[in-house]
């Protein structure tokens, strides 16, 4: 299900058409699973991350979150990236997104 909606949220951001509320501050802790993902699960040969970085620090602009909701987001983040090991699979569902993310 998780997947799924990283997904959805991945594909409007592409449009370019979305807008702040709560649950798009709950979802930003997909994109920080996959920013974290190449280093969390030692993904190698992975495109540079500044296109990620720079996508979510729009977001946290646009959302308004503050350094301590991202604190605690990010720490959210990456127990739920530890917690399944299939999210660090190379085939897996994870590592295509962050490929095309970072493009």
């Known amino acids: 299900m ?4 990283l997904a959805t949220v991945c594909a ?15 979802a930003i802790g ?3 699973e996959m920013q ?3 280093k969390v699960c030692n993904w190698t040969g992975v495109a540079d991350g500044k296109k990620l970085a720079a ?4 977001m946290e602009k646009g959302l308004g979150i503050s350094s ?3 604190a605690t987001m ?3 983040a990456e127990t739920e990236l530890k917690s399944d090991p299939s999210n660090c699979d190379p085939n897996g569902m994870l590592r ?4 095309e993310a970072v493009k």
């Open 36 to 38: 974290m993902a190449p």
């Open 30 to 32: 997909m994109f920080y």
């Open 74 to 76: 990010m720490k959210q």
């Open 2 to 5: 998780k997947k799924i909606v």
């Open 68 to 70: 301590s909701e991202k």
């Open 96 to 99: 295509p997104m962050y490929d």
């Open 55 to 58: 996508t979510i620090a729009d």
């Open 12 to 26: 409007v951001l592409a449009i370019g058409s979305i807008a702040p509320a709560h649950a798009q501050k709950e």
